[in-house]
T-cell receptor, first 110, second 113 residues
Framework: QKEVEQNSGPLSVPEGAIASLNCTYS??????FFWYRQYSGKSPELIMF????GDKEDGRFTAQLNKASQYVSLLIRDSQPSDSATYLC??????????FGAGTQVVVTP | GAGVSQSPSNKVTEKGKDVELRCDPI?????LYWYRQSLGQGLEFLIY????????KSGLPSDRFSAERTGGSVSTLTIQRTQQEDSAVYLC???????????FGQGTRLTVV
């Protein structure tokens, strides 16, 4: 079982719609969770972090964490073509290792 | 520094040569990570430092790969006897304490010819 799992996509989203990305993790002791965005040929860029159960909103982004279900998600509201990228879920697993999922490619269509 | 700095940005080397990649983390960050990303692939974990110690070296692909960190700051990733399959972008990231947000450098693109 992979430590962090994501659907690879591509996830096609009409402009203006909500993109919903999901991530599950295997280490029940994990406490820190992150979402990164990576454009082609660029380094990953942090867009959200969440440490507590529930929702966290920042602009058009909402991160949701459910530790009991070992599930973290990212919602992108009012999706724009500039949101087209690969979104990486990252989890701090045991001993401080920051483990990434394989990423979900999002394509926002005008 | 203001951000994570990696050098060189690009490196072309001949098969069989040794290369050193450098990472200068954000000042005050105790945790430092190295990842490898091949074209079109995800991030492959290589090694993680907390201070000068490396609690997890499990991701190093072979004994040709080694890394060190001195003074709790700069880290060097060394690849000996490079092979064509080592061609990739090598990314470094740092975080304040290993449990908070990590920030990436711009990466080193290594090409082995």
């Amino acid at each position: 079982q992979k430590e962090v799992e994501q659907n690879s996509g591509p996830l096609s989203v009409p402009e203006g719609a909500i993109a919903s990305l999901n991530c599950t993790y295997s280490d029940r002791g994990s406490q820190s969770f992150f979402w990164y965005r990576q454009y082609s040929g660029k380094s990953p860029e942090l867009i959200m972090f969440i440490y507590s159960n529930g929702d966290k909103e920042d602009g058009r982004f909402t991160a949701q964490l459910n530790k009991a279900s070992q599930y973290v998600s990212l919602l992108i509201r009012d999706s724009q073509p500039s949101d087209s990228a690969t979104y990486l879920c990252a989890v701090v697993v045991s001993w401080g290792k920051l483990q990434f999922g394989a990423g979900t490619q999002v394509v926002v269509t005008p | 520094g203001a951000g994570v700095s990696q050098s060189p940005s690009n490196k072309v080397t001949e098969k069989g040569k040794d290369v050193e990649l450098r990472c200068d983390p954000i000042s005050g960050h105790t945790a430092l990570y190295w990842y490898r990303q091949s074209l079109g692939q995800g991030l492959e974990f290589l090694i993680y430092f907390q201070g000068n110690s490396a609690p997890d070296k499990s991701g190093l692909p072979s004994d040709r790969f080694s890394a060190e960190r001195t003074g709790g700051s700069v880290s060097t990733l060394t690849i000996q006897r490079t092979q064509q399959e080592d061609s990739a972008v090598y990314l470094c990231a740092s975080s304040f304490d290993g449990n908070t947000e990590a920030f990436f450098g711009q990466g080193t693109r290594l090409t082995v010819v």
